[in-house]
């Protein structure tokens, strides 16, 4: 087994700011993805990494920057806070690449913009 | 682009009583359909999957089949108790992208004691 772990839990910030969130996972998968969740929204994905330094654009990428400096590791940059912005970002790894593996999820870290 | 769609956007039900969510998907070819569950305060967890028509995936007593005339990967449980309580998510992914996911809005299931 293994787990992903989201690190802050809950993140404050103001207009503006630049905010980063972190995501480690002990699985060693090789695909680490970042996934906003807006309530009535499901999931969108923002980016996606399928090995180290690698970095690729998902469906809500603007305003997002990502960083793979490490397998096990997967860091995302809110860049330019909305106000009133309130969303949890997910963390998940996959192994593999074909399409037909299953995402680990860590808890998530919810953001509050005032 | 691939799509998923769940028409029931919160489902309340009392104990025993059986559950329908309904899921249909837009894509080309032969997507993997998945189901995830999300407790609260916790991330989505893959529920099960099927990847080719007529195949039944299934785990906790709930299932689905993958039925490619209907485009649809309804899912199902006989008896629901109170602790299914949770967010149900649909979503497809497809051969060659890297295990990328299009989830559906969700369906909050609320069950009554």
């Known amino acids: 087994g293994g787990i992903i772990t989201q690190t802050p839990k809950f993140l404050i910030g103001q207009e503006g700011q630049k905010l980063t969130l972190k995501c480690q996972q002990n699985?060693?998968?090789?695909?680490m993805y970042w996934y906003r969740q807006d309530s009535g929204k499901g999931l969108r994905l923002i980016y996606y990494?399928?090995?180290?330094?690698?970095?690729q654009k998902g469906d809500l990428s603007e305003g997002y920057d990502a960083s793979r400096e490490k397998k096990s590791s997967f860091s995302l940059t809110v860049t330019s806070a909305q106000k009133n912005e309130m969303a949890v970002f997910l963390c998940?790894?996959?192994?593999?690449?074909?399409?037909?593996?299953?995402?680990?999820f860590g808890p998530g870290t919810r953001l509050t913009v005032l | 682009g691939d799509s998923v769609t769940q028409t029931e956007g919160q489902v309340a039900l009392s104990e025993e009583d059986f559950l329908t969510i309904h899921c249909n998907y837009s894509a080309s070819g032969y997507p993997a359909l998945f189901w995830y569950v999300q407790y609260p305060g916790e991330g989505p967890q893959f529920l099960f999957r099927a990847s080719r028509d007529k195949e039944k995936g299934s785990s906790r007593g709930f299932e689905a089949t993958y039925d490619k005339g209907t485009t649809s990967f309804h899912l199902r449980k006989a008896s629901v108790q109170e602790s299914d309580s949770a967010v149900y998510y649909c979503?497809?992914?497809?051969?060659?992208?890297?295990?990328?996911?299009?989830f559906g809005a969700g369906t909050r299931l609320a069950v009554c004691p």
């Open positions: 979503a497809l992914g497809g051969a060659g992208s890297f295990n990328k996911l299009t």
């Open positions: 699985f060693n998968h090789d695909t």
């Open positions: 998940a790894s996959s192994s593999g690449t074909g399409g037909y593996a299953e995402q680990f």
């Open positions: 990494s399928i090995t180290e330094n690698d970095l």
